[in-house]
């Protein structure tokens, strides 16, 4: 069965911090994606990447970075974590070949910054 | 600007009834469609979807809908059952290398 894999389900953090959510799938997928959701706005695109070391500034980039140093995985890094990041983190991939866009999204993180 | 929009935040239906779930996009550009199911604490999964060149895509209790000139699609599911109450996302695609644009989301509530 294929996998989406997010190292954490809940995470509490300070306001300040450096924070790392790591997704891995292994799907051989080229295609990886952060996304957010918040109660009445939906899921919001923060980040993708279409090949390793590649990245890609979604619709809501500020205050995020990320990392792709190998295929299969994709890490979201919060520089200066705030309370306006609380929220849940999704991680999706896909391989766009045969006029098959779906993605396979994470379990998600839940993130708490106090 | 929105470009998928989901008009309906929350929906009630009786179970055994039909749940339409709306959808409506603007960009023309829009040719392959998506729904997703999600339950909370889980991530979103695929539900079922459409080609613009299709209008209109079955899989078992599951019905996507797509009228391209009114740039507007709908999900059906008939009979609605307690289990299907979650949050549904649409999604668009438009041409090879661009993300899926996803809607707000409708929350789907089931009553037994």
């Known amino acids: 069965d294929v996998k989406v894999t997010q190292s954490s389900r809940y995470l509490v953090k300070r306001t300040g911090e450096k924070v790392f959510l790591e997704c891995v799938q292994d799907m051989d997928h080229e295609n990886m994606f952060w996304y957010r959701q918040d109660p009445g706005l939906g899921l919001r695109l923060i980040y993708f990447s279409y090949d390793v070391k590649m990245k890609e500034k979604g619709d809501i980039p500020e205050g995020y970075s990320v990392s792709r140093e190998k295929k299969e995985r994709f890490s979201l890094i919060l520089e200066s974590a705030s309370t306006n990041q609380t929220s849940m983190y999704l991680c999706?991939?896909?391989?766009?070949?045969?006029?098959?866009?779906?993605?396979?999204f994470g379990s998600g993180t839940r993130l708490t910054v106090v | 600007d929105q470009q998928v929009k989901q008009n309906s935040p929350s929906l009630s239906v009786q179970e055994g009834r039909i749940s339409i779930l709306n959808c409506d996009y603007t960009?023309?550009?829009?040719?392959?469609f998506l729904w997703y199911k999600k339950y909370p604490a889980e991530g979103p999964t695929f539900l079922i979807s459409?080609?613009?060149?299709?209008d209109k895509n079955e899989d078992g209790r599951f019905t996507v809908f797509l009228n391209k000139s009114a740039k507007h699609l709908s999900l059906h599911i008939v009979p609605s059952q307690p289990g299907d109450s979650a949050v549904y996302f649409c999604a668009a695609k438009g041409r090879i290398g661009t993300p899926l644009v996803f809607g707000k989301g409708t929350r789907l509530s089931v009553i037994a």
């Open positions: 999706a991939s896909n391989y766009e070949t045969g006029g098959n866009y779906g993605y396979t």
């Open positions: 960009n023309s550009m829009f040719d392959y």
């Open positions: 459409i080609s613009s060149i299709k």
